[in-house]
């Protein structure tokens, strides 16, 4: 099983992409993602789309997606101080992510600012940060308890284009991928890694010599995190009846999943019931590759396949995640998750439902 290109992971990781502004991200995508494929546009909901045709002359066939989107917040105010307050772009507590450094995307510059409690050396007078001592209040960490210290003025934010509605992400900072024994660490591999893997299943199948059954659409989604914007678009707009997500998925135990273990397969999560011949097909795929796939019924846990299928935008959905520590936080996988991913999804495409092919 080849390798993937940790250098382009480590760029789109690199590469800002808060919700509804994953412009740059989706310029990486598209300069990787060109060579590969037959036609290639952006479509009105700022999804990425090339298209593979199929060698039967359908158009019918699969749509899949992997997001540009990451988790990120949205300034809500701003003190006459110059600082800001924020409400999140998706489901996370600032705990997830830490207190420091934050990139403010202004319209006009990008500035940096920290991310902050305040001093954990105060008493009840300070009753924002007594709540959340673990001595006294014990409250867990929420967005009304911190704030970004910026250290300019209003007229200055103002300049740079920052005011309500600024996207704020983490800075590049603490972006940086962490290699240790098997495994990879960093912040927004949710879903920098799945569209790194998109985008080797797009090589593969270019390099396979053949065409897919159907034709195939990779679709790099925007506003994922905040209810599968733009996949339940491209899935009432592109031709074809199966919607396949590509994801991070939980390692717990009450999945009986681990970081370690093979791809996960879906079989439902909060949303919807995937469809079970084509999870049961990318379980056989797996198996026959040696991969020791998992299968999951997960909660608390969405897609841009369920929020299509629950939406009636697809007839049929299907999920494949890497198995992945710490979801929505600092997020660990193993070295072999995308390519093992990659090697699936190439598979499926080329034989949905039929006899596999010699491993490439």
Sequence with gaps: MSEFRRDLLQELLLTYGPCGQ???VREVCRRELEPFVDELWVDEAANLVGVVRGDTGDSAGTRVMAHLDELSMLVKRIDPDGNLHLTPLGTMYPGNFGLGPV????DRETLTGVLTLGSE?????SQRIWDTKPDQGDKALDWLHVYVFTGRTTEELA???IGPGTRVCVDRS???LFEFGDYLGCYFLDDRAACTALLDTARRLRESGQRPAG???FVFTTNEEIGGVGGSYASRTLPGDLTLALEVGPTEAEYDTTCGGGPIVGYSDAMCVYDKDVADRLMDIASQRGLSPQAAVLGAFESDASHAKASGLTPRAGLLCLPTLSTHGYEVIARTAIPAMAVVLTEFLLRPGGVATPAP
């Design 22 to 24: 994953e412009a740059a």
């Design 121 to 125: 050396h105060t008493t009840s007078e």
């Design 174 to 176: 603490k972006r940086t």
């Design 159 to 161: 300049a740079a284009g």
């Design 215 to 217: 034709d195939v659409y």
């Design 103 to 106: 990139a403010l995307l202004g």
